[in-house]
Every structure is written in structure tokens, then in C-alpha cells.
């Protein structure tokens, strides 16, 4: 599944800011990096899993990643700041009902830059989440008890009003 995910990603990931949501094993996040990604936030709050992907960071000398130790939840309410990104992972635990709640964060605290790609991963029997007007599923695939998606966030997203003095 991953070398399909990445070869649907071919010519997204170099430069790319990424956010590896529910990081796990950093799986995505560190294949992104070692594909030329500009950024990887590999966002974890099992204690032992952040520091495990800390430390391979380090033995990796990979000064483009970092470990964030907070719930998923607690870090997108942050808001981005100043940054937004290009490639977000969202592969939650199966069985936790995460992916709406996800998105929904995403899209109000506007975590995505124009034309960003979102990696859904959830169960196959599960159907593909309610998405934002201005998300466009591209590309859905399912792998045994996998279902996973690539979408395509503000190829139709609504234009902001622009107001002149008149």
C-alpha cells in the first residue's frame, strides 16, 4: 500500500511540508522525507512511540522532522501558525472513529495550503467520510481490510470575497 501511495504522490513530495498525523511507526512521515519532503510533523502522543521517533530522527540526522507528543485533537486545535502544508497523513487507529473529527480541524483552523493532498487510511467496510466542498476525492483503493483514499483539497475551493473601495 505504501509504494501505491507514493507512487500516487510522485511529484508532490519533493518540497513538501508534511504532516503525519497519528504517526505510529513514523512510517509515512520518514518515507516522505526520504523522498525529498521539505518538512515532516510526525504528530504522536503515545510517550514511548514519540521518543522512539525522536531517536530515530537523530540516528537518521534528520533535521526536517519533528516529533510532536500531543493527541492529534490537541494539536490541530493550535492552528498552524504561520505554516501550512502541502501532504497530510491521516491514518488514525482502526476502530476510533477519528477520521470526521480530523478533518473537521483541518478545514476550520486551515492547517492546508492551496492544492494540498490528505491521505485517508481507514477500514475497508467503512465508506469514504463526508469531505468538504472543497475536498475532491482523486484516488481510493481498498488492500484486504484497507480502504485508503488520496484527495485533492482546494481544486474547487471557494474564493474568498474581495472587497475594493469603490
Known sequence: MRETLFNWLQGYVVNARCLDLFAGSGALGLEALSRGAARAVLVENN???????????????????????????QFLERGPGSATY?????DPPFGKNLIQSSIALLEKHHWLAPNAHVY?????????????E????????????VRYCLIN??????QQPTFTDS
Open 47 to 73: 510517550p514511548a512511540v514519540a521518543q522512539q521517533l525522536e531517536a530515530h530522527l537523530r540516528t537518521l540526522r534528520c533535521e526536517a522532522g519533528m516529533v510532536s507528543p500531543l493527541s492529534v485533537a
Open 86 to 90: 502541502d501532504l497530510v497523513f491521516l
Open 120 to 132: 485517508l487510511e481507514m477500514e475497508s467496510t467503512l465508506p469514504v467520510p463526508e469531505l468538504p
Open 134 to 145: 472543497s475536498w475532491q476525492l482523486i484516488r481510493e483503493q481498498t488492500a484486504g481490510h
Open 153 to 158: 483539497v482546494g481544486l474547487h475551493r471557494p
